[in-house]
């Protein structure tokens, strides 16, 4: 194992860098899984102000799995048992403009089945398949990010969008 | 030609070559995942402005309030190890100080036993002492299992427990011996009392008392000042013959089987710890057996 240059990160720069470098992803880890409600932004703000209260004993190399375990604490925390809303942008730029308004309804209905179905999904499923199909990450950078094998990357984003399209037909 | 859900699963990973893109093309279902795909864009997450955020954690952290506890880890981790250390050294030694002290002989084998304060035990062999020096002071009281002859100092009640009664010793020297269906206690100085189903005898000097199979038996006054085996010699009046066998077993390590002897016949005699031949001819001779050895099998018959 390579000798690490600090032992802590109780220097702004360390700390800075950390935070550039991660909190997108733990942004939008949390947006995925926990959807809109419970601010994931807050959360995050939360996680990395308890890693500088705690940097004197975190490594650099800990600190990642210690801001997104927090944060994944936090939410659990508040989520209690509440549904998961994920809102679809409303100001959705409009392609078809010249489209009959029988088109728009039933656009609008095909939405809304997405939105229930993506709430219906488990957290880890929806965690990864958004972070795949709307972030465009591959499988490989996902499994880094929520510490697991590729191999189960797939399998949940596999299962996710055979769960999702069965529930839109059904509807 | 790869099947339907390899080509998807590729799809999804963004890992179709060419060949494979026209293929999953040419899926039926294809129009149906491109729409779910387009239409789950309108999910993404809002515009995270990482600079941002960055400056308004910055700005929060600069906050008194919020300082890192750099030392409070510091002294916390050494200490612990510390007192884990005591912890396990306080227990061990509460739990062997509390343990019982146990001392056996095997056969042919005997010891002597300086105990906590001026007292001191002979174990004959095969046989079992157990006390506890740390309730010594509060409480003299040792288990026997065997025989043992004890010289008290002197001091509070001493008190020896056995299978078949308990001993309580006002100071002084006694033998006791608790063997199968045999129990015997003789006083040899000072005062003893033997309590036998919540029966209390005392015993003065040369007094002994003996129960064999649970019957009492009167036995002459003792008048030797020690027992006979500390003197490495057992010795015998009127005893039932097997109870004879038994402790020459002990004495020697050896079995012994009987042909035609009656094991109930009383016998008086001695025999010597140190010398075979001669013991088992001191043991034989009065009864008119004789004896042969098979390894440590020794056969007695009668003639």
């Not at chain 2, 062997?96 to 004959?124: C, G, H, M, R, Y």
């Not at chain 2, 002897?261 to 009864?287: C, R, W, Y």
Request: charged letters at 25%; aromatic letters at 10%.
């Amino acid at each position: 194992m390579s000798k690490q240059l600090h032992d802590n990160i109780c220097e702004e720069h360390l700390f800075s860098s950390i935070f550039n470098k991660y909190s997108k992803d733990l942004n939008n880890f949390l947006y995925y899984k926990f959807g809109d409600l419970l601010n994931p932004k807050d959360k995050v703000q939360e996680a990395f102000i308890k890693l500088w209260q705690n940097c004197a004993k975190i490594s650099p190399d800990k600190a990642k799995s210690f801001v997104f375990t927090t944060a994944n604490n936090l939410m659990l925390n508040e989520v209690a048992h509440q549904k998961v809303v994920l809102k679809h942008q409303q100001t959705k730029p409009k392609m078809h403009t010249n489209e009959s308004p029988e088109f728009l309804m039933q656009e609008n209905e095909y939405m809304e089945k997405l939105q229930n179905a993506l709430a219906n999904l488990t957290k880890p499923q929806r965690e990864a398949f958004l972070m795949n199909r709307v972030e465009g990450k591959r499988f490989k950078e996902i499994a880094e990010i929520l510490d697991i094998s590729t191999k189960a990357v797939e399998k949940r984003i596999y299962g996710a969008l055979k769960k999702l399209r069965l529930e839109i037909k059904e509807l | 030609m790869m099947n339907r859900e390899t080509l998807i699963s590729k799809w999804l990973d963004n890992n179709l070559n060419d060949q494979e893109l026209q293929a999953f093309k040419n899926l039926e279902d294809y129009d149906d995942l491109v729409k779910l795909n387009d239409s789950l864009q309108a999910f993404k997450v809002d515009e995270y402005n990482t600079k941002q955020e960055l400056e308004s954690v910055l700005s929060a952290i600069k906050n008194p309030a919020i300082q890192p506890n750099k030392n409070g880890n510091n002294w916390l981790k050494p200490f612990m190890r510390i007192a884990a250390i005591l912890a396990v050294c306080f227990s061990l030694y509460y739990y062997t100080t509390t343990l019982d002290t146990t001392i056996s002989t095997e056969f042919a084998q005997k010891t002597t036993i300086e105990l906590p304060d001026a007292s001191s035990v002979s174990l004959n062999a095969k046989s079992t002492l157990a006390f506890n020096k740390k309730d010594w002071k509060q409480e003299r009281e040792v288990e026997l299992n065997g025989e043992a002859f004890f010289k008290v100092a002197k001091g509070s009640s001493f008190k020896v427990n056995t299978k078949s009664g308990t001993v309580t010793v006002y100071g002084t020297q006694f033998n006791v011996k608790q063997r199968d269906y045999y129990f015997e206690v003789i006083c040899y100085e000072g005062l003893v009392g033997v309590t036998h189903n919540s029966h209390e005898t005392k015993l003065k000097p040369g007094d002994s008392f003996l129960i064999i199979d649970g019957k009492i038996i009167a036995k002459e006054k003792e008048n030797r000042s020690t027992p006979s085996w500390l003197n490495n010699e057992s010795q015998f009046k009127s005893m039932p013959f097997k109870t004879v066998i038994a402790e020459f077993e002990r004495q020697y390590h050896v079995d012994f089987s009987l042909i035609n002897v009656d094991s109930t016949q009383l016998f008086t005699g001695s025999f010597a710890h140190d010398n075979l031949e001669m013991a088992l001819k001191n043991i034989t001779l009065p009864l008119q057996l004789t004896y042969t050895k098979e390894n440590n099998t020794i056969i007695l018959k009668r003639e």
